[in-house]
């Protein structure tokens, strides 16, 4: 399993921590923390390279994000446009409500596949 904090240390806020494991139906990227302004970047590299380490299907696992701004739904875009380019599928999984309804607002329900499976939200902060 490879692992990653990303954001600014010292920094506002709660930092990003990706973790990644294989399957035998591919490889799931698991997010906990904030997905925004000071994580963005490091978490594009990070799935990027998964993307293009183990291809086929990556799923972002995002039911303990606490947190994601229009930095980080836009780096979910960035990165869903990248799997394509690269033949590869990229799907959401567990995403918090208000994400959902970031997404819907957006229409970006209509570009991110969420995955069909078990809500897995842990207690705490509400914030998408």
């Known amino acids: 399993m490879d692992r990653c904090v990303c954001g600014a240390p010292g920094g506002q806020g709660e930092l990003l921590t990706l973790s990644s494991g294989r399957t035998p139906a591919g490889t799931v990227v698991t997010f906990a923390g904030e997905l925004d302004l000071a994580s963005a970047e490091q978490a594009f ?66 570009e991110l596949i969420v995955q069909p499976g078990e809500a897995r939200h842990p207690p705490g902060r509400l914030a998408c």
């Open 45 to 110: 590299g990070y799935v990027r390279d998964v993307i293009d380490r183990h291809g086929t299907l990556v799923v972002l696992d995002l039911a303990s994000l606490s947190f994601c701004d229009a930095r980080g739904l836009g780096t979910l875009v960035r990165l869903n446009s990248y799997a394509g380019q690269a033949g590869c599928a990229l799907r959401l999984m567990s995403p918090r409500p208000r994400l959902l309804e970031m997404m819907r607002l957006t229409n970006l329900d209509r």
